[in-house]
């Protein structure tokens, strides 16, 4: 086990620092937003304000081994009657393994579909679904939108007859059974290639195209499932083939085309809390326009297509199905003096930045977890796939980071055409083929569309999921510190104790338990180490660290939640060791990280808002979470670590990462450090690391790699812009007028191959 089952004996710290002092707990924590402008309090020295302008340069930072640790998507090719060539069709995870594609047409025959088809993602296995009912009509640029874990909502797109389509369907999975309800209320007008997003039993549809002109809708409505009732449509933005999502009571916009078919990268968002519109069901009215209704499309179930018919088989691999009952519904027209959308409306254009996904190139992804957007830039025919990437924006910072690079995340030879997330929000999947024909073996050739997978889990990029109540929006409320007890209602037991966490037996808390930890002031030079490595040897193999180490002040605790919530306690108190008798604990960690890590186990939160407001705390919970094998606390810890990464604490998470194994973490961290070296080296965080630790970070650079100044600089300096997304490091800005050629007696072998 990590920790001694006896209270007396110590053991090492987390850091790499003498136990019982965290080194990184009096520098100051900056603004998460501003990375970039992060400057460390350590006093500068007089050599460094000196000092010419200087690169750290890798030679060759992709063929880097900090570039191939860790987690990588895992391709799989699929099984079965793969479907070739779906373009525009509706592609959905919808829970027990299974992705429904449903729709869309084949782009070398324009054939126009309304097959369902269906992808096992356990055995890999494409099969064509039977499916009854009111079966709606082929169509394309529709949406298709998991209800209640066992229903599809199709909503609009358009049809072989390019006729713009409003009717809603409904696809119970249980049964393959197609249901169009009775809907009342103003039917908004018929669309495709826009947004439906769900939250509260409502789907709010947001923009698309329509009209003979292809002209671009810039409203906003939503239908109530419990009645069936469509609201109004208000003014909000407009695009089309944009991503669209709800998370803090606000619907965010992002990505898509506009009017001009410019790629857009702006962010739109509107207020929802507050408004009587959108937090009450709509009225049903008077008006004309409020009861139209949308009829059947058939009278009796029946197939819309028999594996046992495959007669013309097309390129796709399945017959062509546009003989069904064509549903074409009447709709709105959608009045100019449509009134703006109640609430506040707010937008924000990303002009550029080293983590800023340029929209323009590549081909683009976007979806959402954990109040994020996801940004996956895949290979296209002008970009490879080593310059791709995955960033993330977060909805509260509004702060663009990237998580991985090229080859990091996409494998070289393969086009991406679709991506679905879980509900949950904690993997993603992305549907392709490869772009070699040697490499295809599918039935059909080149022409294969769908036939290979890859899945990104992405708690492994610290993503929490959609589960998880959203954090408050300490940037734009800024609450007032006493005021957090109040911010979220009591979710439990453990949230009730955690008002009586740390207080006396005598003031009637019922505590029955001490923790005791390292005291903050200890300090012991020769005490340096890894407190990982240490934290696994017996009592007895600790005899190098001071034996009248001083310990912290009790915390009063309750061994209810300890047995509860800690498997190693538990197993600890039922063997009966020495702290059943004794009713104290010692762990030989500092006291903050071992306070914010009894105040997880009450309260599952490491949020500042819940008191652990230092990023080195997170990073020794890090840590913990590793000795103790507790997932859900590593997976928090990772999440704020990985968004909230700054130049004061790099060198700490960096360090932390290592220690509890986490390399995917332990790689961004350590580009974080070369990328703003000349600020990292002059934090407290970089100064009190181990000299071990000193010399590994200096070596994730290349082995080719070297740090050019003085003269050097200016041949170096004009193609800095080229170098930024390689992790080059630079103390100040240079001027344009410094910009030289690269002379031409430097080959690759010098290190100017970046391929």
């Not at 039935?443 to 990104?456: K, Q, R, T, V």
Request: hydrophobic share 35%.
């Amino acid at each position: 086990m990590a920790h001694s089952s006896t209270p007396s004996a110590p053991a090492p710290s987390l850091f790499g620092g003498p136990p019982g002092v965290n080194p990184f707990t009096h520098v100051a924590s900056l603004p998460s937003s501003t990375p970039s402008a992060s400057t460390s309090n350590a006093p500068t020295p007089v050599s460094a304000a000196s000092s010419s302008n200087t690169f750290v340069m890798p030679n060759s930072p992709m063929k880097s081994r900090v570039m191939m640790d860790g987690y990588r998507p895992k391709v799989t090719r699929t099984l079965g009657q793969r479907p070739a060539c779906l373009v525009n069709a509706s592609v959905t995870y919808c829970g027990n393994n299974q992705i429904y594609a449903f729709g869309g047409f084949d782009q070398y025959t324009d054939e126009v579909y309304n097959h369902v088809l269906k992808l096992d993602l356990v055995s890999h296995q494409w099969s064509l679904v039977d499916n009854y009912g009111d079966i709606p009509g082929v169509r394309m640029g529709h949406t298709a939108t998991l209800y209640q874990g066992d229903k599809l909502l199709v909503f609009g797109g358009e049809n072989e007859h390019r006729t713009y389509l409003s009717d809603l369907i409904v696809f119970d999975l249980k049964t393959a059974h197609w249901t169009q309800p009775h809907v009342n209320g103003p039917i908004p007008k018929g669309r495709a290639r826009h947004a439906a997003i769900l939250h509260e039993d409502k789907l709010f549809i947001v923009g698309g195209i329509t009209g003979h002109d292809n002209y671009v809708l810039d409203d906003i409505c939503y239908l109530d499932l419990k009645t069936y009732t469509w609201s109004r449509s208000w003014r909000f933005v407009g695009r089309f083939d944009h991503s669209a999502y709800i998370w803090g009571d606000r619907v965010w916009v992002f990505g898509g085309l506009s009017e001009d078919m410019d790629k857009i990268g702006d962010l739109w968002w509107l207020d929802l809390k507050g408004s009587p519109a959108f937090d009450s069901a709509p009225q049903i009215g008077t008006t004309s326009d409020r009861h139209m209704s949308v009829s059947r499309a058939a009278d009796s179930p029946r197939p819309a297509y028999s594996m046992g018919q495959q007669s013309a088989i097309g390129t796709s691999g399945y017959a062509a199905n546009s003989r069904t009952a064509q549903v074409n519904t009447p709709s709105c027209q959608l009045k100019t003096y449509a009134p703006m959308a109640p609430g506040a409306i707010s937008a924000l254009k990303f002009v550029s930045g080293p983590s800023v996904p340029s929209q323009g190139s590549g081909i683009h992804f976007h979806v959402y977890s954990s109040g994020t957007l996801l940004d996956f830039v895949t290979p296209a025919a002008t970009i490879t796939s080593k310059e791709c990437s995955l960033s993330a924006l977060d909805l509260v910072s509004l702060r663009w980071q990237k998580l991985a690079e090229g080859r990091e995340i996409f494998k070289s030879g393969f086009r991406w055409h679709y991506c679905t997330m879980n509900e949950d929000g904690t993997k993603a999947w992305l549907l392709g083929c490869p772009t070699d024909p040697v490499n295809d073996i599918g039935p059909n050739g080149f022409e294969e569309y769908l036939s290979d997978i890859m899945e990104i889990d992405l708690r492994r990029y610290g993503f929490l999921g959609n589960n998880f109540s959203p954090e408050p929006r300490t940037e734009l409320s800024r609450p007032v510190a006493h005021s957090r007890a109040q911010e979220q209602p009591s979710k439990g037991l453990g949230l009730d104790l955690a008002k009586l966490f740390n207080q006396p037996p005598e003031t009637g808390s019922g505590t029955d338990f001490i923790i005791t930890a390292l005291a903050g002031d200890y300090d012991d030079e020769d005490a340096m180490g890894s407190g990982l490595i240490r934290a696994g040897e017996s009592p007895a193999d600790q005899n190098w660290l001071a034996p009248d180490a001083p310990t912290s002040a009790p915390i009063h605790v309750h061994k209810l939640i300890l047995q509860a919530r800690w498997p190693h306690f538990a197993r600890l108190y039922n063997a009966q060791m020495a702290e059943f008798h004794t009713k104290k604990m010692h762990i030989p960690e500092p006291y903050t990280v071992v306070k914010a890590f009894l105040f997880y186990l009450y309260t599952d939160s490491i949020h500042a808002h819940d008191g652990v407001a230092d990023l080195s705390d997170v990073a020794g919970l890090l840590v913990m979470s590793n000795i103790y094998n507790i997932p859900h606390l590593r997976l928090l810890c990772v999440n704020r670590l990985s968004k909230e990464l700054d130049v004061d604490h790099a060198c700490v998470i960096w360090y932390c990462a290592g220690l509890a194994n986490e390399e995917w973490l332990r790689k961004r961290a350590a580009s974080f450090c070369l990328t703003h070296w000349g600020r990292i080296v002059r934090t407290q965080g970089f100064l009190r690391l181990p000299r071990s630790a000193l010399v590994e970070l200096s070596q994730e650079i290349d082995m080719e790699g070297r740090v050019i100044g003085g003269e050097d600089i200016d041949y170096v300096d004009g193609y800095r812009n080229r170098y930024d997304n390689y992790s080059i490091s630079r103390k100040d800005s240079v001027g344009s007028d410094r910009t030289q050629a690269i002379p031409s007696d430097m080959d690759d072998s010098e290190g100017m191959d970046l391929a």
